[in-house]
Structure formats: structure tokens, C-alpha cells
């Protein structure tokens, strides 16, 4: 496309056993802002690119494991106004089994990250502020079919957050900004 792109790659490692994905979306839509008559809009910047990683074994009919990765980067600057940054990861790890016609489960594991920064890019007032979140989650459910009518769908999930320090911090050297940082909390859902 003119503004952004992406690409998707899927192939065996073991035939009828494992299998590779890898996909990944970017843009480069500065050029265009380069092309804008405003100069606010000249002097801007966004893009942003994201990549997929996943791994998939078929153990059996009954039993297919699967691992996979995300990350993601975006960025927007308006001029030398504001601007913003965010990042996120994942790394997810699924079990999907069917013990018999009709009973299954479903277990995951999920760790999570997410940084996000404002910043102001110029003069004495230039600054970060940096926050983000971390977080590890076991899902496990279960899927019972007693008979075609009727379903019943039971599981748990536990979550534990761990919210980073949010810090202020001064962006270049003619920056007047103080160092502050507001301690981190933690959280279990």
C-alpha cells in the first residue's frame, strides 16, 4: 500500500505435525507528511509495525499445542508539540484437548507487556512520562456437552498485574524538567 504494508508466511516443519506462522504489518507514512503544505503536519511523524510469531504441534487428533509472540511498536509526533509511544509483547502458550465426545479443555498461559510514553520533543519544558504494565495469566476451562441441548462451560483464570513506576523525566539537555517517580502497584484478579 502507499502508507503500510504487511506480510504473512505459513509452512510446515513436520508435515501433519507442526507448522510455522510468521506475520508482520509496518507503515512508512512519513513520506506523505513530508508532502503535506502545513508545516506542523510537515514537521509530524507516525508509523507504527507489529509482528506475529506462532508455532502449532498437532500431538494426536485430540491434542494440539501452541505457542505464539506479538509485539507492537507505535509512535506519533505533532511537530515539535506532544508526542506518543506505545510498545506491547505477548507471549501466549495454549493446550487445546478433547478428552473424549464430550468433554475438552482449553489451558493458556499468558505474559504480558505494555510501556507507554508521553513526551513533549523541544525547549525547557521537554519531557518522558513513562508508564506501563506487566502481567502473567493462567486460564484454564472446560467444555462439557451432556447432550445436544444442553452445554456447560466451567474454568478459572488468575491474573497478577504489576504496574510499572511512572516516571518524569527530563528530554534533553535544555529540559528544566525534575526526575519524579510515583512508586508501582501490584494487583491479583
Known amino acids: 500500500g502507499l502508507i503500510s504494508s504487511r506480510l504473512q508466511l505459513e509452512t510446515p516443519i513436520v508435515k501433519g505435525k507442526?507448522?510455522?506462522?510468521?506475520?508482520g504489518r509496518a507503515s512508512y507514512s512519513d513520506w506523505l507528511l513530508k508532502r503535506v503544505r502545513l508545516p506542523d503536519a510537515r514537521n509530524s511523524s507516525a508509523f507504527f509495525y507489529d509482528g506475529l510469531g506462532k508455532i502449532t504441534h498437532r500431538f494426536n487428533s485430540n491434542s494440539t499445542l501452541n505457542l505464539s509472540y506479538y509485539n507492537s511498536y507505535d509512535f506519533f509526533r505533532f511537530a515539535t508539540d506532544f508526542g506518543f509511544e506505545w510498545r506491547t509483547q505477548l507471549l501466549n502458550l495454549n493446550w487445546k484437548q478433547i478428552w473424549n465426545s464430550?468433554?475438552?479443555s482449553s489451558t493458556s498461559v499468558v505474559l504480558g507487556d505494555y510501556l507507554s510514553t508521553q513526551f513533549d520533543p523541544e525547549g525547557t519544558d521537554a519531557f518522558n512520562l513513562d508508564n506501563g504494565l506487566q502481567y502473567a495469566k493462567v486460564k484454564q476451562n472446560f467444555f462439557y456437552n451432556p447432550s445436544p441441548k444442553h452445554a456447560?462451560?466451567?474454568g478459572a483464570v488468575f491474573t497478577a498485574y504489576d504496574m510499572k513506576p511512572e516516571t518524569l523525566s527530563p528530554r534533553g539537555e535544555d529540559s528544566g524538567i525534575d526526575n519524579r517517580i510515583l512508586d508501582k502497584e501490584q494487583a491479583y484478579e
Open 152 to 154: 456447560i462451560n466451567a
Open 102 to 104: 464430550k468433554l475438552s
Open 18 to 23: 507442526t507448522s510455522l506462522l510468521l506475520a
